[in-house]
């Protein structure tokens, strides 16, 4: 099983900050990396998949990098409505399909 | 547009089953392999199971193999999920989430949710 570790736990921002969040995975996923976004009693939302591509309505300023084991999603200007909770996701080589713990990202 | 509309939750003793559903709109499952991801009260997401789009295979996460079992009826386009054998470490919101595609693996619909509580 693929481990997945979120970096941090909490990030405290202001709105327009940029906002940096890390995920690594316990052995390389090559580009098979999802990022979703849940706000309280809320399912989640696919935001990127293939480690940089938005899915379908995504705005720009979300953006995913990273290959093999570190990833980093980034929020270039963070708006009222991004302060939520954001999960990584591996679906590289098979099952099972894990998460990381996920980073919650709330107004400083 | 799609949707997924969960129902079926709710509380249980444990050892007793549950039956979860989820009924899709705005596409076939046929054309789409289907999951349920569950989360644990105040934690993280966990994969659970994966139905094959063309209903030839199906996989558990360990914790769950031999208690849960998925189905589907394509007539009614809905997903179920059997649940027998519940035990506390079952309580959790649970999700029915479609795949990207036939198997990519990661998700993107997700229904509502609905809550299971396993407690005496």
């Known amino acids: 099983e693929i481990l997945m570790t979120q970096s941090p736990a909490t990030l405290s921002m202001s709105p327009g900050e940029r906002a940096t969040l890390s995920c690594r995975a316990s052995?390389?996923?090559?580009?098979?990396l999802a990022w979703y976004q849940q706000k309280p009693g809320q399912a989640p939302r696919l935001l990127i998949y293939?480690?940089?591509t938005r899915a379908t309505g995504i705005p720009a300023r979300f953006s995913g990098s990273g290959s093999g084991t570190d990833f980093t999603l980034t929020i270039s200007s963070l708006q009222s409505e991004d302060f939520a909770v954001y999960h990584c996701?591996?679906?590289?080589?098979?099952?099972?399909?894990?998460f990381g713990g996920g980073t919650k990202v709330e107004i400083k | 547009q799609v949707q997924l509309v969960e129902s079926g939750g709710g509380v249980v003793q444990p050892g007793r089953s549950l039956r979860l559903s989820c009924a899709a709109s705005?596409?076939?499952?046929?054309?789409?392999?289907m999951h349920w991801v569950r989360q644990a009260p105040g934690k993280g997401l966990e994969w659970v199971a994966l139905?094959?789009?063309?209903?030839?295979?199906?996989y558990y996460v360990d914790s769950v193999k031999g208690r849960f079992t998925m189905s589907r009826d394509i007539s009614k386009n809905t997903l179920y999920l059997q649940m027998d054998s519940l035990r506390a470490e079952d309580t959790a919101v649970y999700y029915c989430?479609?795949?990207?595609?036939?198997?990519?693996?990661?998700?993107?619909?997700w229904g509502q949710g609905t809550l299971v509580t396993v407690s005496s």
């Open positions: 996701q591996q679906y590289h080589q098979g099952l099972p399909l894990t």
């Open positions: 705005g596409f076939t499952l046929s054309n789409y392999g």
């Open positions: 052995q390389s996923v090559s580009s098979n």
């Open positions: 293939g480690a940089s």
């Open positions: 989430a479609r795949d990207y595609g036939y198997n990519y693996g990661f998700f993107d619909y």
């Open positions: 139905f094959y789009y063309d209903g030839s295979k199906r």
